[in-house]
């Protein structure tokens, strides 16, 4: 058996069913890899959906979900210090641990062992970049690091411009290939769904969330 295994995909792709089912049959507990869910309230627009982790009556044990208030600051570097803290008890009870996500960055963090400071504010800098247009940022973080620039994550200047802050701070940052005991063995799921049936499942579910 693999020390993770990981489950990820679009939203309304299936992702927690499938990882609580797993956690049911080999005795798991599922970490959380979403970036919104670990703030409390705000359930139905982060879709939670913690019934779901509930299989034949038997609760399925959960982490990461609703350790926030949602006017606390978070980043990538507590995230991966979190999931490590919650990746070792769930060893410690014999358990195997199920990553199940959502954020790609959160994901990408674990998988590819990205090795991040604790990078204090640089106001001074914060300012400057502040003055230029969500273009010009992008145009300067592919210049500063073009692997560093994620579409999908780079959505605002308040991404963008951390992301170079970081970097202006070490160059050293992004990621490293050696990866730890945890990465080197782990099983990772990935679902493929197409994207009429994702609408399709999201407008449902948010309906059944409202009702």
């Known amino acids: 058996m693999s020390k993770l295994i990981v489950v990820l995909g679009p939203t309304a792709s299936g992702k927690t069913s499938l990882a609580v089912n797993l956690a049911y049959k080999f005795q798991g507990e599922i970490i959380s890899g979403d970036s919104r869910q670990i703030y409390k309230s705000m359930d139905i627009g982060t879709g939670k959906d913690l019934h779901e982790y509930k299989i034949n009556n038997i609760e399925i044990p959960y982490h990461l979900i609703d350790i926030l208030e949602p006017k606390e600051d978070y980043s990538v570097f507590k995230y991966k210090n979190d999931f490590l803290n919650a990746y070792k008890s769930i060893q410690n009870r014999n358990s195997l641990p199920i990553l199940c996500g959502g954020t790609a960055l959160y994901i990408e963090s674990i998988l590819l062992n990205y090795k991040i400071p604790n990078v204090p504010p640089n ?27 994620d579409v999908n994550y780079h959505t605002t200047k308040r991404r963008i411009i951390r992301t170079i802050e970081i970097s202006s701070y070490t160059k050293d940052i992004n990621m490293e290939n050696n990866h730890n005991n945890i990465t080197s063995d782990s099983l990772v799921f990935g679902i493929n769904i197409e994207r009429h049936s994702i609408l399709k499942n999201i407008k449902n579910r948010l309906k059944q969330r409202l009702n």
């Open 123 to 149: 106001r001074k800098l914060r300012e400057e970049l502040e003055k230029n247009t969500l273009d010009m940022l992008v145009k300067k973080i592919k210049d500063l690091d073009e692997t560093s620039f």
